[in-house]
């Protein structure tokens, strides 16, 4: 199954069709898909091809991924339909600062006043509705309501709200501050680690070399597959679900028996081949 996965990979990055680095939207942004519980406090409650995921505490609950400004109705229908309320959002992140992910953020914040914490190289992409961004900055469909981060987070700080725990792992390239989020949940008596991969994606007009609006950004891939490989994980997501299968994989999670989103073995699958792809791009782009 993973195998096949795999393969569409390069199809389907950030489930954009991607022309001279523009981003375009496809239907499957804004199809709604079933909530569901992952595994302990974890919920999905996104779209069919953009990701957002609840963790629900007894002090309120923590919003990963705020995705487009017309997503905001359907995750909030989402998180209501699962029997929780969406005013109870106290915190709200993201993967990282592109529109698909964050462009949502604004009304979220209106609507629930929730604290907005973003990792710090993507705070002034944030507040400048993605100006700040080194590929689509000057794109106008790229662009977003501005919104004013109320904490600003660092590299391995972690958030916590009522007895959850995540982390902020950096995960760069894919933007200055690409986030990927870990935490750990009891399911069963059994303690998983979870890893939402924030994107380790190389886009299709992304110079790895002599980039003057990112000098360093074939160095932070680097960094980023580092860091991935790193990480502990039994619970494999991502700022998609195509990263990690969850078509497939969700009617299998309906008909019982083991919980498909535990694939620690799809991780470090998936994370090799992203790997190989962004080594291929490098090679391509320098110098022979």
């Not at 950030?14 to 974890?42: M, R, V, Y």
């Not at 501005?146 to 987070?153: E, Y």
Request: net charge neutral; hydrophobic share 35%.
């Amino acid at each position: 199954m993973f195998l096949k996965l795999r393969n569409k990979i390069g199809a389907v990055i950030i489930l954009a069709a991607l022309s001279g680095g523009l981003f375009a939207q496809t239907p499957d942004w804004t199809e709604p898909f079933t909530p569901h519980k992952i595994a302990g406090n974890l919920y999905y409650v996104g779209s069919k091809g953009l990701a957002s995921y609840l963790v629900v505490t007894p002090q309120g609950n923590i919003l990963i991924n705020s995705s487009l400004e017309s997503s905001v109705p359907l995750i909030q229908a989402s998180v209501e339909k699962l029997g929780f309320k969406f005013s109870d959002t106290k915190i709200l992140l993201i993967s990282h600062a592109h529109w698909d992910h964050n462009a949502g953020s604004a009304a979220v914040k209106k609507l629930t006043g929730a604290q907005y914490m973003v990792m710090d190289t993507d705070v002034s992409v944030v507040e400048t509705g993605g100006k700040d961004d080194f590929q689509y900055g000057n794109t106008p469909s790229s662009l977003y309501p501005a919104t004013k981060v109320d904490k600003v987070l660092h590299d391995g700080e972690e958030v916590k709200l009522g007895g959850a725990t995540l982390v902020a792992h950096k995960t760069p390239g894919h933007t200055k501050g690409c986030t990927t989020w870990t935490m750990k949940l009891t399911d069963g008596g059994t303690t998983y680690d979870v890893v939402i991969v924030g994107s380790p994606n190389v886009n299709q007009g992304f110079k790895l070399v002599n980039n003057s609006a990112y000098p360093q950004i074939a160095q932070d891939y680097e960094t980023t597959f580092r860091v991935l490989k790193s990480l502990p994980c039994d619970i494999f997501l991502g700022a998609h679900g195509d990263y990690y299968g969850m078509l497939e994989k969700y009617p299998r999670l309906q008909s019982g028996g083991a919980n498909p989103f535990i694939d620690p073995a799809g991780y470090k699958s998936y994370v090799a081949e992203r790997e190989r792809a962004f080594q291929r791009e490098l090679a391509k782009q320098s110098p022979k």
